[in-house]
């Protein structure tokens, strides 16, 4: 393992790789920082330049990305009241009251404070449970990784915003559509319609920016969003590193709390931060302050949107389950790369791209903060440019990194396509995180079927490890619609339905 | 309105499901075994929301979720509830979508590096009214940021209607 350890960190801090880092943490700092964009779209525009690349380089640039999205999103939260990512709401509440009382860079501070150790401390655990998870995942067979596959989805499903069993269909959606193309049991061709395109099936970078790029893209230009005023920056950054490290018992707490519960594939940022937030209002005395620019709610959420990147990393690195919509195209990434999720990231060369992950993803979120930290006021200049301004911009990239998934205009049409069905599923409240794992986990669910299929039979249905997830599914399930029907009756009937008047 | 686009939506969705299901019979036993296992399972967690969605619009009035308005969806972003905004958001949707297409199709005609440029040059010109100077500057950097971008990852080009 030392040796594993020492060699990735030879691969890390090998001048290209440590370039295609701080290139991949640049750009998940851009992202985060505007509105409506986030880490999956981020890592889905990023995700077709990685063909080709060296194993570590690919892995740093793809990490880098994805460990500092979650502190460029800080500046929209703080300064706008906007929050970057969905990971960034519960920042809003008193990072934006900090920011109008005219604390504004000592709530930077705090909050890239706060994310930077936040981030290590996920790396930290990261590391640990690499070396716990080993010998469990070592013990599981097909059979059991096929179940995984599907606690994944279900997790992801019921756990997502909106109606559970909508969640588990938009999954089940992504799973049909990635069955298109050759089989991996057998050489036949499925639901190709004889397009010589679809043999291969459609490429991830395709579906992940036709899922969530492009219809943000035409939201904000439609909606004509533009801020028009900036608070005033006042105060100091070292101010809020100070108050961070007055509370750093809450930061550790915090980060520890991120990372155990990003272990749970499905549950998101969004929901992490929440309950961190909500954790520490609940146990501090004088709660009143917090929502009024209490910078005790501020730590909470930017040490646990930071540190849930490590956890999120573990049941994709071990397990092959991605937690969120990122970490399922760092999955297809891996593919990409021509690595393989599941137990050979423990053992051999697969261990060691997994500490120089470990070893990124702790680099990335230094290299982020230092970089926020220098960019606080041109950084936030340019949050307050137009949707019309920037959005064409991002329209070109968008389509060139959707045409170098497979170098052909298919992957174009298919863009338009998939962004036109993903934007009306936006619009009804259809959840679109849940169609994304469903499409990255076909693949390996269809293997470890087949796997399982052809070495026990049917009878793998009947094995202990087995019946142990099938039951846990059934829970979640239930737990799922259980939860649903519960705030329909606290709240009267209207826990999932808008307001009067909407149509 | 939102209300009919969901059942609608949820109505398709279980279509699929079920044509695949019937697609995947034709398939080879190893081929067909995962695809049907899903749409098994879409078209059972699909009926369900869809019994739920028409429920829900016959108890509340609406079939659409709270999370419409807790994400950024189109409506929820503009701020206004009422028939008229709403209709405006979508037109200007429309309009967006057609510059989308619409470049597209000029990088089937002319190529990726001029209909790039035409398009950041002119979106801007005219939608972002950036003015005329600062929008050709505009143009000519997504050229060359294109060709270098091309030229670093010896990535081809889309082919044109000509090549």
Redesign the interface.
């Known amino acids: 393992m030392a040796d594993a350890a020492l060699e990735a960190l030879t691969h890390v801090f090998a001048w290209q790789t440590l370039i295609f880092m701080v290139f991949g943490a640049g750009l998940g700092l851009l992202v985060g920082l505007f509105?409506?964009m986030g880490g999956t779209v981020g890592m889905s525009i990023l995700l077709p330049?990685v063909f080709g690349m060296d194993v570590f380089q690919g892995v740093a640039f793809l990490v880098g990305a994805m460990a500092t999205t979650n502190t460029g999103d800080t500046f929209p939260s703080i300064l706008l009241g906007i929050p970057g990512t969905?990971a960034s709401q519960a920042t809003i509440m008193d990072g934006y009251p900090l920011a109008k009382k005219g604390k504004a860079a000592t709530a930077l501070g705090a909050a890239f404070f706060s994310s930077m150790a936040g981030g290590i401390l996920g790396a930290i655990a990261l590391l640990g449970m690499l070396f716990i998870a080993r010998p469990i995942v070592l013990a599981l067979g097909s059979p059991e990784l096929f179940m995984f596959t599907l606690l994944g989805l279900s997790m992801v499903g019921v756990l997502s915003?909106?109606?559970p069993?909508?969640g588990?269909?938009a999954g089940?959606?992504g799973?049909?559509l990635g069955?298109i193309g050759g089989?991996p049991?057998?050489s036949?061709y499925?639901?190709t319609f004889d397009s010589l395109y679809l043999f291969d099936g459609i490429p991830l970078g395709v579906f992940a920016l036709g899922l969530f790029a492009?219809p943000?893209v035409?939201?904000?230009?439609?909606?004509?969003?533009s801020i028009s005023s900036l608070p005033t920056l006042s105060g100091s950054r070292w101010q809020g590193v100070r108050a961070v490290l007055q509370h750093r018992w809450l930061l550790v707490r915090s980060s520890l709390m991120g990372t155990g519960l990003a272990m749970l594939p499905g549950l998101g940022g969004t929901v992490i931060d929440w309950i961190t937030y909500g954790i520490a209002r609940q146990t501090s005395r004088d709660a009143e302050s917090f929502g009024r620019g209490d910078i005790r709610g501020l730590i909470a959420p930017e040490a646990a949107n930071n540190s849930k990147d490590g956890g999120t990393l573990i049941p994709t690195l071990v397990f092959g389950i991605p937690g969120n919509g990122s970490t399922a195209i760092l999955l297809g990434g891996f593919t990409l790369l021509g690595l393989q999720a599941g137990p050979s990231m423990v053992r051999g060369e697969g261990l060691s791209v997994s500490l120089a992950m470990v070893w990124t993803l702790a680099l990335a979120n230094i290299v982020g903060t230092a970089i926020c930290f220098s960019l606080v006021k041109p950084v936030a200049r340019l949050t307050l440019v137009?949707a019309?301004?920037l959005m064409?911009?991002l329209?070109?990239i968008i389509?060139?990194a959707a045409?170098?998934s497979s170098?052909s205009?298919g992957d174009?049409a298919a863009l338009?396509a998939i962004s036109a069905l993903a934007w009306?599923?936006?619009?009804?409240?259809?959840?679109r995180p849940p169609m994304l794992i469903g499409f990255v986990l076909?693949e390996p669910?269809?293997r470890y079927?087949?796997i399982s299929?052809n070495r026990f039979g049917y009878g793998f249905a009947a094995r202990p490890g087995v019946i142990i997830v099938a039951a846990l599914i059934v829970a979640i399930i239930g737990s799922g619609v259980w939860r649903q029907r519960n705030q329909r009756l606290k709240t009267g009937?209207?826990?999932?339905?808008?307001?009067e008047?909407?149509? | 309105m939102l209300s009919k686009v969901r059942l609608t939506l949820d109505a398709v969705v279980l279509l699929l499901f079920a044509w695949a299901l019937s697609q995947a019979h034709g398939f080879p036993r190893l081929a067909a075994q995962f695809p049907m296992l899903v749409a098994v399972g879409g078209l059972a967690f699909g009926a369900v929301g869809l019994a739920r969605d028409i429920r829900r619009l016959r108890s509340s009035g609406t079939a659409v979720g709270g999370d419409v308005m807790d994400t950024a969806s189109l409506s929820a972003m503009v701020g206004d509830d009422s028939e008229a905004g709403l209709a405006d958001a979508f037109r200007a949707l429309g309009r967006y979508a057609a510059w989308i297409v619409g470049y597209v199709t000029t990088v089937w005609l002319l190529g990726m590096v001029p209909a790039s440029a035409v398009f950041v040059g002119v979106f801007l010109a005219r939608e972002a009214r950036l003015g005329l100077v600062r929008s050709a500057i505009a143009a000519a950097a997504v050229a060359v940021g294109l060709v270098f971008l091309s030229d670093l990852l010896s990535a081809p080009w889309p082919h044109t209607i000509w090549s």
């Open positions: 509105p409506g330049f969905g915003r909106g109606s069993f909508a588990l269909t089940l959606l799973m049909l069955t089989a049991a057998t036949a499925r639901f492009l943000e035409l939201d904000l230009l439609a909606s004509h969003r137009r019309q301004v064409p911009f329209i070109v389509v060139y045409y170098l170098r205009w174009i338009l009306l599923m936006k619009q009804v409240g259809w959840p076909a669910a269809e079927l087949s299929y009937g209207s826990a999932d339905t808008p307001p008047g909407r149509p």
